[in-house]
């Protein structure tokens, strides 16, 4: 059986996973073995919180929202019913946002939604 080399393939798969590892401490950023574990879990933990990124930003649009509607005497529930009632499509990113950035607009989609409950 004739030998195998393949130095140039392993040694491009460890440049790729330490140039992975640039910016970790000591070890892990310096031996293959230690930084491929680390590597492996950095990647892992990217992918499962890409995900969760987009539920912890829902949960804060919502609570914004919650605590804009509270000073015009309704409730969050209350006020996702009357937009749908009403039928104003803004998605709670959105509104989120006017009530912080603009609150004369968001008091005006709030009167809508008092007007139809």
Do not use: C
């Not at 970790?24 to 492996?40: H, P, Q």
């Not at 509270?70 to 009403?86: C, D, M, T, V, W």
């Amino acid at each position: 059986m004739p030998r195998v080399t393949r130095g140039n393939r392993k040694l491009l798969r460890r440049k790729k996973i330490l140039k992975l590892a640039k910016g970790f401490f000591g070890a892990k950023r310096k031996n293959y073995r230690t930084a491929k574990e680390a590597v492996e879990r950095a990647l892992q933990y990217s992918y499962r919180d890409r995900k969760s990124r987009k539920r912890d930003f829902r949960r804060l649009w919502n609570v914004r929202i919650n605590a804009a509607v509270r000073e015009y005497g309704l409730n969050y529930s209350k006020f996702i019913y009357g937009l749908n009632k009403a039928e104003i499509k803004l998605n709670r990113k959105m509104l989120a946002n006017l009530a912080a950035a603009e609150p004369v607009t968001f008091q005006h989609i709030v009167e809508k939604v008092k007007a139809v409950t």
